[in-house]
């Protein structure tokens, strides 16, 4: 089993560019969850998905954000226009009916 | 109110010895998991031990245990004969309900340093 795979590791972008974390959970698993984790706020929720139907995205900081899971082996969280406090680790995670959560390597995303 | 608090920015502690970083969480929940996870400097996040709320026994897994007052609403983690490669941040997680569609809900977590 390859884990939970993020891409890519690192992404620097400009500021008022898209960008695009993908998202690979492992198979079998239903849930996926997407996490911001900055210094200031720590491990935050943004959105997560059951089935790959979204169930709370109230996490999602504003509407310059969005993700979606367009089937059971993807996901992606896009960010449009981007700005310098978008600059954050984001990990991606997946769990099924144990207990188990696995994280992915995470995405660190600088905005210039 | 901050569901999950690690009161310990930062812990010192040298190699062969033990360990505590504090947790206390607060849910109204009867039913609650909880979860401990290490950051290396690497940034990769990895599970270490999980702890149910109606689990009678404190959870081990080989050098780490968790030492559940459920009482007094804490989750510490006890880390056994500390190695150089311990050094990392831990975070403390709950997930009220204890199903596994309920996500995550993380402290701000604890740099532990050991040194030699």
């Known amino acids: 089993d390859a884990g939970v795979i993020q891409s890519p590791r690192h992404e620097v972008t400009e500021m008022g560019q898209e960008v695009t974390l993908r998202c690979k959970p492992i198979?079998?698993?239903?849930?996926l969850f997407w996490y911001r984790q900055t210094m200031m706020r720590g491990l935050e929720l943004l959105i997560y998905?059951?089935?790959?139907?979204?169930?709370?995205d109230s996490g999602m900081p504003e509407d310059r954000f969005s993700a979606k899971m367009p089937n059971a082996s993807f996901s992606t969280l896009k960010i449009q226009p981007s700005e310098p406090r978008d600059s954050a680790v984001y990990f991606c995670?997946?769990?099924?009916?144990?207990?188990?959560?696995?994280f992915g390597s995470g995405t660190r995303l600088t905005v210039v | 109110a901050q569901k999950i608090t690690q009161t310990q920015p930062g812990m010192f502690v040298q190699e062969k010895e033990a360990v505590t970083l504090d947790c206390t969480y607060d849910t109204s929940d009867q039913s609650y998991g909880l979860f401990w996870y290490k950051q290396p400097s690497s940034g990769e996040m990895i599970f270490l031990i999980y702890?149910?709320?109606?689990?009678?026994q404190n959870a081990t897994e080989g050098r780490y245990s968790l030492n559940f007052q459920k009482a007094r609403k804490s989750a510490n983690l006890v880390i056994s004969a500390s190695q150089l490669g311990d050094s990392a941040m831990y975070f403390c997680?709950?997930?009220?309900?204890?199903?596994?569609?309920?996500?995550?809900?993380f402290g701000k977590g604890t740099t532990l340093s050991v040194s030699s």
């Open positions: 702890q149910g709320s109606y689990d009678e």
């Open positions: 998905f059951n089935n790959n139907v979204p169930i709370d």
């Open positions: 198979s079998g698993h239903d849930y």
């Open positions: 995670a997946s769990s099924s009916a144990d207990y188990g959560y696995t």
């Open positions: 997680a709950m997930r009220e309900a204890n199903q596994a569609g309920t996500a995550l809900i």
